[in-house]
Nanobody, 123 residues
Framework: QVQLVESGGGLAQAGGSLRLSCAAS????????MGWYRQTPENQRALVAT???????NYADSVKGRFIVSRDNAKNTVYLQMNSLEPEDTSVYYC?????????????????WGQGTQVTVSS
């Protein structure tokens, strides 16, 4: 089994910054992509940013130029630096990992979610 543990959420003022971290642990062979999603008012999880093991990043249009996703492959950790925060960024942010793992001696391709971390931006 694999666990994703998030940290770094909290309260910020509009125009401020926050940094989220997500560390993956467990019987991991390799992590292909990691990223961040956030809860929408319709209770869906919308893409914020993802990054591959090679460092290719993808961003939602709403965060381009403000958020930066990065990862430390040696630590199986992904980060989200959030700058110029807006009240519309308020949400629960979820870490996601697309990876290969070993379960009872067999290799599986799996996808995991973190427990979510609250980000609140005040105006």
């Amino acid at each position: 089994q694999v666990q994703l543990v998030e940290s770094g959420g909290g309260l910020a003022q509009a125009g401020g910054s926050l940094r989220l971290s997500c560390a993956a642990s467990g019987s991991i062979i390799a992590i292909k992509a990691m990223g961040w999603y956030r809860q929408t008012p319709e209770n869906q999880r919308a893409l914020v940013a993802t990054i591959t093991s090679g460092g290719s990043a993808n961003y939602a249009d709403s965060v381009k130029g403000r958020f930066i996703v990065s990862r430390d492959n040696a630590k199986n950790t992904v980060y989200l630096q959030m700058n110029s925060l807006e009240p519309e960024d308020t949400s629960v942010y979820y870490c996601n990992a697309d990876l290969s793992e070993v379960v009872f001696g067999h290799r599986y391709e799996s996808n995991y979610w973190g427990q979510g971390t609250q980000v609140t931006v005040s105006s």
